[in-house]
């Protein structure tokens, strides 16, 4: 029986994936916070509402069973009762700077008088100060800057469910983030996996928890094949990381036997390996032109076991020649974002051109507004289904980033 979490490829026929419908807390932040949130714009929420169920509706269209965040985390709440409900608001609160005293009584006395469902869509849009009818007198509060609008942070990232885990074969990896904007986001996650019904006790691997050092996150994680995962060596992704799961996929039997770690530019335009290069079809690979040097050329390491269980790691340059390699195949199309124009191509990039979503072989789905890329595809023989994506893309992330596909038919 197929697990309820079964990921052997970027491109098998998807069958069940997670998505975040952007709440609130796409909007619950001044201009000011934009950077620190790691977001370059506010989103009209209406309108990012109707592109983001355009986007859930084109996946149903097409067969797909799409499961929600929030209503995940919810059942699995309510699925463990009031002691899990209190554990896992200890933790949150612990997590956004309020292990004890007078602030986290306080915040916890008003979440607990919530529903599951209000106190969840709650946390996650973010707690002002002026919600509370509390003046706090101790230390921890008269130190903090008084200005300050929110006990609680928004978390305005989580619609791209892609990054806080990744589905690995019949596992995951529940991810320690890079930013404070991102880090309590795998804390959902993790209380999924571990009481929802649908996923506790149905043995699932988690590879790597949130609780290892070295930043991993999704986006950087890419299921090649059933023996393959690329993974990007990016501004988000630590080179210790990627040796810490490699090591746990060997070590664990899970059937992976090469990582391939590219190195990307550290920015925030490219924070991920998705955002640059994802998968498409056997054979073909959406690619930003400005990743590679002269050539083609990037740096890449092959990550295998050796026979005493050691790592053994092997440099090359050529992209084309190592997918070719560790893919076994004879050739391989490389389709540039933006057709090659190196405008053109920076333009798609940033809205996340290179960010599709693959949901069969040769079958992706990408924003609308990058149509000089979308061309390109359709002309190299893929089907595009195109999203509308005007204020989804102001978060800085595209159908990938913004989906997190539990269940693929294997190739
Ligand atoms: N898989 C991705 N490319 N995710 C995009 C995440 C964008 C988000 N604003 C961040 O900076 O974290």
Known sequence: MTKPIHVTSEIGKLDVVMLKRPGAEVENFTPEMMPRLLFDDIPYLPIAQKEHDNFADTLRDNGVEVLYLEKLVVEALDA????????FLDKMLTESGYAA?????????????????????????????????????????????????????????????????????????????????????????????????????????????????GRIEGGDELVLS????????SERTSAGAIEDIARRLFEKKSGFEKVLAIRIPHNHAMMHLDTVFTMINHDQFTVHPGILGEGGQIDSWIVTEDRDGE??????????????????????????????????????????????????????????????SNQVLREHGLKVLEVLSSELSRGRGGPRCMSMPLVREDL
């Open 311 to 372: 790592l053994h790691v092997d440099h090359h340059l050529d992209l084309k020649q190592v997918l070719k390699d560790v893919l076994g195949l004879d050739d391989i199309d490389l389709i540039p974002t933006g057709g090659g124009d190196p405008l053109i191509a920076d333009r798609e990039q940033w809205n996340d051109g290179s960010n599709t979503l693959a949901i069969a072989p040769g079958v992706v789905v990408t924003y609308n507004r990058n149509y000089v």
């Open 80 to 87: 463990g009762g009031a002691e899990l409900k209190t554990h």
């Open 226 to 233: 059933d023996t393959v995962i690329a993974i990007g060596v």
């Open 101 to 213: 005293g007078m602030i986290h009584h306080a915040l916890e006395e008003y979440l607990l008088s919530m529903t599951t469902t209000e106190m969840v869509v709650k946390i996650m849009a973010g707690v002002r100060k002026n919600e509370l009818d509390f003046v706090p007198q101790d230390l921890v509060s008269a130190a903090e800057e008084q200005d300050y609008p929110f006990f609680l942070d928004p978390m305005p990232n989580l619609y791209f469910t892609r990054d806080p885990a990744a589905s690995i074969g019949d596992g995951l990896s529940i991810n320690h983030m890079t930013f404070p904007a991102r880090q309590r986001e795998s804390l959902f996650m993790e209380i999924i996996i571990d009481h929802h019904p649908r996923f506790a006790d149905q043995g699932l691997h988690v590879w790597r928890d949130r609780d290892q050092p």
